[in-house]
C-alpha cells in the first residue's frame, strides 16, 4: 500500500502532478476548496542548467532512429517533462523535456542493436521514429550527456500527445532482458 492510501489524497491535476488536494469524506467539511498553488521548488534560480551538459555534436541525421523505452502515456510523457523541468532549467527558463537515445553509429553501443541489448534492455517495447520525423514535427533534439543519450524538447503539457503521435506504437524489443554488461576497467 502507498503512503496515500486511507490518507482521502489524490493528485488535483495533471497540470499541477506534484500537488495534492484532500478528497473530502463523507460528514467532513473542508475548511476552504480554494485550489492551492502548485509546489515549485527549489527555485527556478537555484536548479542547475541543463545547457551545461550539452555535448558539441552535429545535427543528428534525419535517417537515425531515435529510441525511446515505452510503453508511453500522455500522462507518462508529461510527468516526465515535468519531472525534468523540476530538476534543469536551459538558459534560465524550466526546461520541459523527455529522454531519448539516438542510434548514431553501425556498430557499438550507440547503435541500434547496442541500445536495444544495452541500455534499453530492460523494455520489453520500445518506440522507434526516424529524427527527421521528430524534427518536422517541431522538437528538438538536444545532445546531452553522455552520448547517445538526447532531450527531446519542448515537450510541454499541450505537445505531449503531439510527442506520442510522432513516436507511434510502441514495437516489441528483440533484446529484451539481453542486457550486455561493459568490460570493468
Known sequence: MGPFVGAGLRPR?????????VRPRPGVALLSAAPRPPI???????????RAHVRDDPPVPRDVVVVRG??????KIEGHAARTARAYVLDGQPVFGVSVFAALDDIGPASLD??????????????????????????TLLPTFGRPHMTLVPVTPGR??????????PEPNPQYGETRRRPRR
Not at 515549485?40 to 541543463?50: E, G, I, R, Y
Not at 515505452?70 to 500522462?75: F, I, K, L
Not at 541489448?117 to 526516424?130: I, N, Q
Not at 505531449?160 to 506504437?169: E, H, I, T
Request: aromatic letters at 4%.
Open 40 to 50: 515549485v521548488s527549489p527555485a527556478v534560480s537555484d536548479l542547475p542548467d541543463l
Open 114 to 139: 547496442g541500445l536495444l541489448g544495452g541500455k534499453l534492455s530492460t523494455y520489453r517495447v520500445v518506440h522507434l521514429v526516424a529524427a527527421g520525423t521528430v524534427v518536422d514535427s517541431g522538437f
Open 70 to 75: 515505452g510503453p508511453d502515456s500522455t500522462p
Open 13 to 21: 491535476s495533471l497540470e499541477h502532478p506534484v500537488s495534492w488536494a
Open 160 to 169: 505531449a500527445a503531439d510527442l506520442l503521435a510522432v513516436l507511434g506504437d
